[in-house]
């Protein structure tokens, strides 16, 4: 197998996920609903290459940036925000499990609104480096479950729209396949036909910016049985050494077939992660404790896409990239809902791929095209970004 070490900017954000601390465990909710925000927008890129980022407004007016992340059994804020917090309550150690502990400190909570809406949290946040955690992307602060469990909230990635949603009048008609979800210790987890594992339990963790973490033995089992594109190891800023396998093609028990899944150790427990997440419609009903994932991405078409792009590569006839290049064509599938038969009834057709060097430092991002059922497959755009996805340089297409 080709060794690479890919996404690991994505993987700085893996698992801030699955935050634990030993004062997560939350009282029982009131069955008193809290005021509904209104739907908002959320960045494109969430789910692919990016966390997921909301605006939320303090109350002396300021508009920041935050990370909706379920695996964090708190909110925590920026440190730069202490002097806005008044008084400190106290430090303590803060575990991220990837990222090792750090010094936190603890302050009354402050008044976070969405849509004009104040979000129910506990009384009080803790402040800590959220530079050192997310180093590529500028967030202010991560809402995490002592907020979230309180909502049903509806996540759209065709639409790129978060919903909070009515518990009470939830129509689940076409909300997809249902999820038992059970809240402890602040963090969502579920049983079901996940990876191949139908009875493992299961971290819903949208912190977590892959498709998802099993157990080095169920991931070792699954590398035998499944189509695995590429693999190779990465170290996390905590020192654990772990696999991390791309498959190009991944099998479920229902015979569902997905593309390009990235998976990674659990030394941390298994993990459903949001790049998992977002091929679906998830509506997570928190206070019902139920997930629906209604799935949303067609991935017909990739394997001829990629098998296209490997040949003009292997051709020295891709713009950007050597023919020794060592890397993983990772395709960013579709988001409309497929036809029955699973393939698409519109012509023409694209695929947009990313591939993903060794090094990391950039990212080469290739579209192709499929004109009509009788044509072939042609390169329609190139182009280099830097790993944040910002442009860098545009190829000219033969």
Known sequence: MRIICAIVA????????????????????SIERPPLPPEASFNKTAGRGGVLLITLLLKDGATLPFMLDTGAPATILDESLDSRLGKCLGTNQFGYRWFG???VRSYKAPKLCMGGVKLLTCDSVMTGDLTRILPNHQIMGILGMDCLRRYCIQLDFAANRIR????????????GNAFPLTIFAGNASTRGNMFGQRKARFCVDTGCNVDGMLKPTM???EMRKQTVGSAGQIKSPAGATVNQ???????????????????VDGVYGNIIGLHFLARHLVTLDFPRQTMYLQRWSDESFVDEAREFLKGLKDKGQLPGLSKGARGHFYNDWLLVKPSKSGRPQVYPVSRLFYFW????????NYTVVLASQDSEWKLQRAWRTDANGKMIEEYPVP
Do not use: G, M, W
């Open 10 to 29: 994505a993987i700085c954000t893996i698992i801030l996920c699955s935050c634990a601390t030993q004062e997560s465990i939350h009282p029982p909710l």
């Open 101 to 103: 502990t750090e010094s």
């Open 164 to 175: 909070f949603l009515d518990p009470d009048h939830l129509d689940t008609n076409d909300l």
């Open 219 to 221: 991931l070792r089992r």
């Open 245 to 263: 396998v791309f498959f190009d093609k991944f099998l479920f028990n229902d015979n569902a077939c997905y593309h390009d899944v990235n998976l």
């Open 357 to 364: 060097t060794a090094s990391n430092s950039f990212r080469y």
